[in-house]
């Protein structure tokens, strides 16, 4: 997770580079596009473990577990 951070990072620091020399603006944008979708995808997996906890630390409840599964979803997305 880290290193996908680390990567979106350098991500935006290149697009801030690009806009100090004045790169055109559809280079700018596809970098956007990119750094956008790398972070979702670090979310996605953040929001995948998030899940996986809640369903291994529930008391065996099946609809408490459900409900906060939802919960979550609702949430954060």
């Not at 670090?42 to 906060?68: H, I, K």
């Amino acid at each position: 997770m880290l290193k996908r951070l680390a990567r979106v990072e350098g991500q935006i620091r290149g697009i801030q580079a690009m806009i100090r020399r004045g790169e055109e603006c559809e280079s700018i944008a596809q970098q956007f596009s990119a750094a956008r979708k790398a972070l979702d995808k670090a979310y996605q997996e953040m929001l995948a473990c998030l899940l996986e906890e809640t369903m291994l630390n529930e008391n065996g409840d099946a609809q408490a577990t459900l409900a906060r599964v939802r919960a979550i979803f609702t949430k954060y997305t």
